[in-house]
């Protein structure tokens, strides 16, 4: 019976792409369709079930329905040990069949094979940072087609848990540990929004839960290889004088969830006048009632307030503004001295770009 | 003789009908500082019943909110304070104490044939311990709120800057106490206080549920005490326990809690389980299909009910050996839920049904439980679960548990036990109604959510993507109908208390000894200790059209129960 099983199982090895039906979503891996079948297998064994027990109902309700004053019946048997162990024993066997198959489906699941590609997955309240092994950085999952990729996750702060419904895939990311998770992709989906497939941070985080999702797209080896190298490289292409508006409003994507720009509030302080604030002696104050003059100046914490910025991304619990609490995630690792360099750049240019952070003026070099 | 044919004297007894418990001693302290089990009952379902409404509020500012993606009427700070406010009202106001402390409460010492609990003082101290726990979560939304979802789980929880978490922490440790003390309050009496005759194999069934359930009550509460303490220590004076950060753990957070928090699930089903083995076998005027295996499934659910936390953490970071014994276990708790539903369902075979509203609630369970229970099947199986862990899928699922099987239990115990509270019948036709708008907006609430979670929406959203949005719409739509169910409901009770025809004292048909004694009972109960009979046989029941009134016949019932203990 269970090579039965395990024939149909492989049988119902999964054409690349199954479409969304009325329970699953597209099913885009090589192990959606063990998880499909398996998932549809239950199903039927539910309805069946769901039948039976709603038609004994309706049946015997209908039949047996007795007005008040009808002489009550006595007929009815108390006990029927063959019948009370039949459905004790039958749906134990049931369960013991889809335990087995869960299980195996569940080891092939979570097995990578052994050539699998690594892509370094940091979450961060409320963000994705994909890091790939030539040091390129995506904030949406690149990966290549025809090619087991594992997911090696780390959280900075809380719990965020990584799920990709098209590829049946999900896991927790826990901070202080490391989890993983593979899929196989086969289909390229090229790099437009809309053909990306969801990925989703499922386990609760906090205010910005809702909004930490990225698309998955997949490219053949060839195009993703040619990605990755431009991907590597994008920050040092860019000239030093144009860092801060080219690079600066991608940057600025992650940090607009809590910083704003217009001086609207938000979970941080916002950036607007923030270069004077820091510049000035009678500046914002901090939560210990000190203000920015007490530790930014030559001889003091930081010789300047480029210093103190850049420690202020690197280890944000250090000086709280006042009023703020202790929330912001460290980017330590996640955004090198240029990413620095760009938000620095934009932060004493503000007045160049517009209220969601886009750069709103004709760049210096066309103007030439 | 014509003895025969009448009814317990002290049903007749003029000063039973007259002096009552609610009767017996007026004021506003005689309540507050009863020692009477019915009073205690009554005010654990007024509190009970309050809390469900405020729970419920915030279910529909969920629901509506989630109309549109993106904002439609609060911020994302303001949904999240929400949802777990929602989350720990209904688990630890609601759920947890509904049918134990305020049905249990008035059913268990009379169904003993008891004058009261084993221990009234301690009885009564439990339900200022609940009224001290809901002033903490209470106080918790003055404090700021808490947006930590109802599990609060590490390190969001020792992290977040939210003021309310330590109130609300301190307010479900209360909380725990009071339930640990009705469990213990429970076992003792089932122990000490069953009238001669009464052996295990003869008590109604839900005190068998009643029973397993302080069980997993006194042996699990005390493990949330301890998270919840640690949880505080750590907040308050940093000592790393669960956060990495100061090296702790978190996922061994999520072990301390679920160890309790997933017997707590049978806290909550395990009564309502006994409440529809009465409603059904009750109203179908039928002895209970196969007893023993339905009162042997109460303790085995108990039981399994400690092993199986680990299904709650599949995707945790736990190790793979873990998650295939964990659901291997979780596959067990089928089977016990299996047997009763099926017992269930072959009682109403040749049966003599009443489709009275207590029976429309049990019918409702009996429908929504096999949903709820099947659904199961998908979290449980390993490689499923991957798909479907955390998305709208578990909402879905828990709530056709929680909600469509333990509070429609309760509801429907509520309608059952009702006329013996108050003395006074409701209207059958709006009860019924309002049954049936609950089943219809239950229904389109909560299946949908199957549909949202198996097509991948996680849950604690506050935006989605544009795709979701026509479950949502289904899904909200269904909520406001389950609203006016459950506002129709309350019109029914509320035209009862006002205006409702006296209740007899055995209005459905029942053997039980509850159904014995007067509607409202008498203070004491019962004057002497009452002759206990098989409780579930209903050949000695019979309708008396010029009282409205089932009356039992003793001298049969009498027969019965000695030709039985014969053989």
């Known amino acids: 019976m269970l090579s039965i099983a395990t024939a149909i199982l492989a049988q119902a090895a999964p054409p690349a792409v199954t479409p969304a039906d009325f329970w699953l979503p597209i099913g885009a891996s090589v192990q959606s369709g063990n998880v499909d079948f398996m998932f549809n297998m239950i199903n039927y064994i539910c309805y069946f079930f769901f039948a039976v027990v709603v038609a004994m109902m309706v049946v015997f309700v209908v039949r047996y329905r007795g007005k008040r004053g009808t002489r009550i019946r006595t007929d009815g048997i108390t006990h029927h040990a063959v019948l009370e162990l039949s459905w004790s024993v039958i749906p134990l066997l049931i369960c013991i069949f889809i335990f087995f198959f869960g299980f195996t489906g569940y080891v092939d699941l979570i097995t990578p094979p052994k050539n699998s590609y690594d892509v370094n997955v940091t979450a961060i309240k409320w963000g994705w940072q994909f890091k790939y092994p030539n040091g390129a950085q995506s904030d949406n999952l690149v990966v290549p087609s025809d090619c087991p990729v594992r997911l090696v996750m780390r959280s900075n702060d809380v719990l965020h848990c990584c799920f990709i419904p098209a590829f049946r895939v999900k896991k927790d990311i826990v901070p202080g540990r490391v989890t993983s998770l593979w899929f196989q992709c086969n289909i390229p989906t090229g790099l437009e929004e809309k053909d990306g497939y969801h990925l989703f941070c499922a386990e609760y985080c906090g205010t910005g839960h809702s909004n930490m999702n990225r698309r998955v797209f997949v490219l053949p080896q060839a195009e993703f290889d040619a990605w990755l190298t431009k991907q590597a490289a994008w920050l040092d292409e860019i000239p030093d004088e144009e860092l801060y508006f080219k690079a600066g409003p991608k940057i600025y994507a992650r940090c607009s969830q809590c910083h704003s720009i217009d001086g609207t509030e938000g979970l941080g302080p916002t950036w607007k006048g923030i270069w004077t604030r820091i510049t000035t002696p009678s500046g914002a104050r901090f939560s210990d009632g000190k203000s920015y003059a007490d530790f930014i100046g030559p001889g003091k914490e930081y010789a300047n307030a480029e210093e103190y910025i850049r420690d202020s991304i690197y280890n944000p619990g250090k000086h709280l503004v006042a009023t703020f609490g202790n929330v912001m995630p460290t980017f330590k690792g996640q955004l090198n001295d240029r990413g620095v360099e760009a938000i620095i750049g934009m932060m004493q240019h503000l007045d160049e770009f517009d209220a969601k952070g886009a750069y709103a003026k004709t760049p210096p070099a066309a103007q030439k | ?567």
């Not at chain 2, 008891?114 to 439990?126: E, M």
């Not at chain 2, 789980?153 to 977040?160: E, Q």
């Open chain 2, 1 to 567: 003789m014509t003895t025969i044919d009448t009814p317990r004297q002290d049903v007749l007894d003029s000063t039973a009908s007259t002096d009552n418990y609610l009767t017996h001693t007026r004021g506003f302290l005689s309540w507050i500082l009863t020692l009477d089990h019915k009073r205690i009952g009554v005010m654990y379902t007024v509190s009970v019943l309050v809390s469900f409404l405020v729970g419920g509020m915030f279910a529909l500012l969920l629901r509506t909110e989630l109309l549109t993606p993106g904002r439609t009427i609060c911020s994302a700070e303001a949904y999240n304070q929400f949802f777990t406010l929602h989350g720990a009202i209904m688990v630890f106001l609601v759920i947890i104490p509904s049918i134990p402390a305020a049905l249990g409460n008035f059913v268990l010492p009379i169904m003993l044939g008891a004058k009261d609990v084993a221990f009234p003082r301690l009885n009564l101290f439990s339900y200022f311990l609940w009224l001290g726990g809901a002033g903490f979560t209470l106080y918790s939304l003055a404090a700021g709120g808490f947006d930590t979802g109802w599990t609060f789980y590490t390190p969001y929880s020792t992290t977040t800057t939210t003021g309310g978490v330590i109130p609300v922490l301190i307010g479900v440790f209360i909380l725990g106490f009071s339930s640990i003390f009705t469990g213990l309050n429970f076992i003792v009496t089932v122990h000490k206080l069953r009238p001669p005759g009464m052996t295990w194999f003869k008590m109604p069934l839900f005190l068998w549920a009643l029973y397993s359930t302080a069980i997993i009550q006194v042996l699990a509460t005390p493990v949330l005490a301890i998270t919840l303490c640690l949880l505080i220590v750590e907040r308050v004076l940093n000592v790393g326990i669960f956060n990495p950060s100061m090296g702790g753990d978190p996922v061994l957070y999520q072990h301390f809690f679920w160890f309790y928090s997933h017997p707590a699930v049978y806290i909550m089903i395990v009564p309502a389980m006994g409440i529809i083995s009465e409603i059904i076998a009750v109203h179908s005027h039928r002895q209970i299909f196969g007893y023993r295996f339905i009162a042997f499934s109460s303790i085995a659910i108990a039981m399994f009910s400690f092993i199986v936390w680990g299904h709650h953490m599949f995707m945790s970071g736990q190790s793979g050996l873990m998650n295939t014994i964990f659901s291997f276990i979780s596959f067990s708790v089928a089977i016990p839920s299996a047997v009763k539903t099926f017992n269930w369902t072959m009682t109403l075979y040749k049966g003599t049904i009443s489709l009275t509203a207590p029976m429309m609630y049990a019918l409702s369970f009996l429908f929504l439980f096999t949903i709820g229970g099947l659904t199961g099947i998908h979290c449980a199986t390993l490689n499923t679960d991957v798909h479907l862990h955390d998305t709208y899928f578990v909402v879905a699922h828990f709530h056709y548990v929680m909600m469509g099987s333990a509070l429609i239990g309760m509801i429907g115990g509520l309608h059952h036990w009702w006329p013996k509270m108050t003395g006074k019948m409701y209207n059958e036709k709006i009860a019924i109604t309002a049954c049936i708008i609950v089943f219809i907006g239950f229904n389109m609430t909560f299946f949908t959510q199957f549909m949202l979670g198996s097509q991948g929406m996680p849950r604690r959203y506050y935006d989605y993507q544009p795709e979701f949005q026509i479950y949502h719409v289904i899904s909200t739509i269904g909520s406001y109908i389950l609203a006016i169910g459950f506002f129709t409901s309350a019109v029914c009770f509320i035209q009862s208390l006002m205006s409702g025809a006296k209740a007899p004292s055995n209005p459905w048909g029942g053997v039980s000894l509850e159904w014995q004694c007067a509607s409202p009972p008498p203070h004491d109960n019962f004057k002497t200790t009452p002759h206990v009979g098989n409780c579930y046989d209903f050949s000695v029941v019979r309708w008396d059209e010029a009282t409205k009134n089932y009356i039992v016949d003793h001298k049969a019932e009498l027969a019965h129960s000695t030709s039985e203990g014969s053989h």
